[in-house]
Each structure stands twice: as structure tokens, then as C-alpha cells.
């Protein structure tokens, strides 16, 4: 299990991250993480189409073979690599006893780190993505493309009752104890075809050069196994000693998710499911749908610029770029082994308050969360419900972006925002905003760096570069903690793309 897992690790880092983000590259994860106004190859099909039609280097043609990206935005940290690396192998993995065991100090260290203020619940999430292969070509005033590419993501949010048995005020001044677990995991394969146009009836809004944009992109979209697992479960003191419980419960799985859950019902430890139904095949289809990703970006060059009425024969040098883009736009339907659960909500008084905290961290490991119910949870919600096996369809990661870019000869400034519209394995309804800078001190090496915020706090801190040619280029980025600045940092990601030509 774990030597298949280190190698489909070493594959998205060497040779193909993040909230609300639709599409990762060395590019934008430098950068912070936005990229609305800023990607402009065939990896725009995935942020905002109409970038297609942007102009950032000679030549109409350019293709590339692989790219990938990995995020670890983990419960614990290791500054060292070997540990690190370690660290991301199991979060990736099919769940084993001992790969997220807890000392006493590790157990405090985790409650200061991953529940700030009066937080509690944590959120984290896991990601790795595979551009396998991308095209696109420039014509008069319109821009095709084409580009396939593997995703993943786990999203886990953890209450603070698994780690500490204290009754804490959270923002309604109630005295609560959080013991809910949230696990959504999906993995999607997408084909997509772009379609970018200059719309001369919307320029000449301002007496400067501009340019109008829309671009429009279909996929067909294949899924892999995914999970939808919420087990809401706090409670709030009535007095000492007892306490509102508050519980409802929801579940959809499907692919081999599917196939351990339902074992796990059948009666076979969840350890032994787990065995029996998770593999390392990262291409197994479990679902079929269509999405559509849409964007508008407006140019306006300024000096004496003249890409935007000659963006077939001149990169832009000098522009301010104003984008929006609405992503995942669709809907997929599942039909391998799928089960659905749902306990409706209840509220219950009781003296039972739970005391039994939990010896490992939950890192949304594969099969982990059955297996972290089995052990800890006081009440298992599984043996209250009876499931379903019918098939069933979810929704796309839909999510909005914005973003204005302004670039002036060798340097670019950037900022982004972006929301999810549902909660999802690779989305989440919090606002999240980044800022980056391009600076190139020699014309074919740009320097990035960025940083991104989460719920107004810094989260990531991103470094990359490259080098870029005439008809070819490679980059490379990492993402660190945001304590990087003062203390020895932690990577948490790493993106890496192969040659791309550009003709």
C-alpha cells in the first residue's frame, strides 16, 4: 500500500494545491495562490478562459506534457524533508494504526496550532493535481485550446472535543464541546476545449487601447472514488455535568469509499475493509459528467501598448487586467458501489458527557473515518441508520474568482479573491484572498513570490521561478507555513512543470 502511494506522491511532485482554487501551477501557486487575470497558457481553460486571448510572449502555438502539484496543508508539520515527506505519504495513503498516533505534547501542540481564538473546529485540506496535456492556438481575434488533467482533494474538518475534554465559550458566549468530524475526498479526470474572443462592440470604454474577452470552456468530467462524510456532534452545558446534544448525520460514498463502507456494514472491521477495498489505482472511473468553466477579462494597455488591438503580433508589456471567472460549472452522476446514509438532527439532554479523547490525529487518510468512529466516537452513528444503494449525482466544486493585474515592462502585481459556492472536497464557502509579485531581473528569469490569506489570517507563503526562453520554459514553486519569516520554515507545497514549447 504505502510503496504505491510514495510513487503516485514522487509523480505529481516531479512530474505533472488549496481553497478555492480551480487549477494549481508552478505560475500561480508562487503567486499566492490567485491566477484569475494571470494564467494565460491552456491551463486557463481551468481559472478563466477568456485569458486565452492574452498575449504575454511571442509565438501562436504552444503545447506541453506534464505538470503536477501537491498541497499539504497538514495537522502537523515537519521542517525536515525526510520527515515531511513521510508526514504527506500517510496523509495520502490508505489508513494503518500508528500512522497518526499522538504524544501528550504533540496533543497540545496540535490544539495551539489548528484552533485559533475561539475556534472549534479545524479545517484542512489535501491536494494534488496532474495537467497530463495542454495546447493552444492564437488566431486574429479568437483562441482554441485543449488540455486534460487529474485532481484531487481531501477536505477534513476535526472538532475540538476529539483532543480535550473542556467545555470552551465559542462566539454566542455558549460553553460548547465539539466533537463533529467532517471527511470529503473526490478525485476527477477532465477533458476540456477553450474558447476565447475579442468582442470589438465592448471596447473603447475608455480612451486608452482595451480589449474585451470572453471565453468559454466545456469538459467532459470522469470521477473517481469520492466521499461526502458529516457527523455533526457537539454539545452545550446546560450546567455542570450536563448538556444539549446536538447530532445529525450525513453520507455519500462511492468507488472504493463505497466498497469499504459497505463491507464495514456487512459486519468486517473497518481495518479489514480497508484492506479489502482501497487500492493505489488512481484512474478507476466511478461516475461520469460535463462541467463548463466560464471567464470575461477586460485589457486595458496603457502607454503606448498596442497588444490589445494586435494580439497576434505583440506581447503585452504595459497593462492593467480586470477578470472574473465562474468554475465548475455542472454536475456529475455516480454509479460503483454508492451508499447514502442520513440521520436527521436531534437534540437530546444528557449527563453522558464524553471524557475519551483521541490517541491519533484524524488527517483524512483513506478509511480513516470509519475507522476514527469505531475507536473514539461515543456513539456510532453507523449502527443508528440503514443506507441506501441507489445511485446518486453531486454537483461540480463550483466556485467565483476576481482578480486585477497590473503590469508595468518587467514587473507584475496581482491580487485575487475567490469563494466557493458549496462545500466540497476542494471548496469551502470562506472568502479567500492572495497577493503576488512578478519581478524579472534578467528578461528570461522571473522571480515570484506571494502570499495567501485565510479568514484574514496568512496561511501560505509561496516562492517560485523559472526559466523562459524563446520556445521553451520550465517552472518550479513551494509553498511554505506562514511562520517561515521567523522560524526554520515547513514546505506544504511543491509544483513542478515539464517543458513547454511555444511556437
Avoid at 495513503?93 to 490544539?111: K, M
Avoid at 454509479?335 to 447514502?340: A, K, P, T
Avoid at 440503514?386 to 486585477?404: E, K, Q, R, V, W
Avoid at 484572498?433 to 522571473?446: A, K
Wanted: aromatic content about 10%; charged content about 15%; glycine content about 8%.
Amino acid at each position: 500500500m504505502k510503496q504505491g502511494s510514495i510513487i503516485l506522491l514522487l509523480l505529481c511532485i516531479g512530474t505533472v494545491t488549496a481553497y478555492s482554487q480551480p487549477v494549481v501551477t508552478p505560475r500561480n501557486m508562487a503567486l499566492g495562490g490567485g491566477g484569475s487575470t494571470y494564467i494565460t497558457d491552456y491551463n486557463s481553460n481551468f481559472f478563466n478562459p477568456a485569458n486565452l486571448m492574452i498575449q504575454d510572449r511571442e509565438g501562436t502555438f504552444s503545447f506541453g506534457i506534464g505538470a503536477g502539484s501537491f498541497k499539504l496543508d497538514a495537522v502537523q508539520n515537519y521542517t525536515s524533508l525526510t520527515g515531511q515527506l513521510d508526514n504527506a505519504i500517510n496523509y495520502i495513503s490508505v489508513f494503518e494504526a500508528g500512522d497518526a498516533n499522538i504524544s501528550s505534547f504533540a496533543r497540545t501542540q496540535l490544539l495551539e496550532n489548528n484552533y485559533p481564538g475561539n475556534s472549534s473546529l479545524s479545517d484542512h485540506r489535501t491536494r494534488y493535481d496532474a495537467t497530463l496535456l495542454g495546447m493552444k492556438w492564437m488566431r486574429d481575434n479568437h483562441t482554441l485550446s485543449f488540455a486534460i488533467r487529474s485532481r484531487t482533494s481531501s477536505n477534513y474538518r476535526v472538532g475540538k472535543g476529539w483532543y480535550s475534554s473542556t467545555f470552551e465559550e465559542n462566539s454566542d458566549e455558549e460553553l460548547i464541546l465539539d466533537r463533529s468530524i467532517v471527511h470529503r475526498h473526490q478525485r476527477l479526470h477532465e477533458i476540456s476545449f477553450g474558447y476565447a474572443e475579442s468582442f470589438q462592440f465592448l471596447t473603447g470604454l475608455t480612451p486608452r487601447l482595451d480589449n474585451f474577452i470572453i471565453g468559454i470552456a466545456p469538459k467532459l468530467v470522469l470521477g473517481g472514488g469520492y466521499l461526502n462524510a458529516e457527523w455533526k456532534n457537539t454539545y452545550l452545558q446546560l450546567s455542570p455535568g450536563v448538556a444539549n446534544r446536538i447530532e445529525s448525520f450525513s453520507y455519500d460514498a462511492t468507488g472504493e469509499f463505497g466498497a469499504s463502507t459497505i463491507a464495514y456494514m456487512n459486519g468486517i472491521r473497518s481495518e479489514t475493509a480497508n484492506t479489502q477495498s482501497f487500492t493505489n489505482d488512481i484512474f478507476t472511473i466511478d461516475g461520469v459528467g460535463a462541467g463548463l468553466d466560464i471567464g470575461v477579462t477586460y485589457l486595458l494597455t496603457l502607454g503606448s501598448d498596442l497588444s490589445a488591438v494586435r494580439p497576434d503580433q505583440q506581447p503585452t508589456q504595459r497593462s492593467l487586467r480586470l477578470s472574473f471567472s465562474m468554475t465548475d460549472i455542472g454536475l456529475i452522476s455516480y454509479n460503483n458501489s454508492e451508499i447514502s446514509m442520513s440521520l436527521p438532527s436531534d437534540t437530546t439532554t444528557t449527563s453522558n458527557i464524553p471524557n475519551n479523547l483521541s490517541n491519533e490525529a484524524f488527517i483524512g487518510a483513506k478509511g480513516q473515518y470509519i475507522d476514527f468512529i469505531e475507536k473514539y466516537g461515543e456513539d456510532n452513528p453507523f449502527q443508528k441508520v440503514s443506507s441506501d444503494l441507489s445511485s446518486f449525482s453531486t454537483l461540480l466544486p463550483m466556485a467565483l474568482h476576481g482578480g486585477a493585474l497590473l503590469e508595468i515592462n518587467r514587473i507584475k502585481i496581482m491580487g485575487d479573491i475567490s469563494i466557493g459556492l458549496t462545500n466540497n472536497a476542494f471548496n469551502s464557502t470562506k472568502l479567500i484572498s492572495s497577493v503576488g509579485m512578478e519581478i524579472r531581473p534578467l528578461q528570461f528569469m522571473p522571480l515570484r513570490g506571494g502570499i495567501q490569506f485565510k479568514a484574514q489570517r496568512p496561511d501560505v507563503l509561496s516562492v517560485g521561478t523559472a526559466i523562459e526562453t524563446k520556445h521553451w520554459d520550465f517552472s518550479v514553486a513551494a509553498q511554505f507555513t506562514p511562520n517561515s519569516l521567523i522560524s526554520q520554515p515547513a514546505i506544504t507545497g511543491i509544483s513542478v512543470a515539464t517543458l513547454q514549447f511555444h511556437f
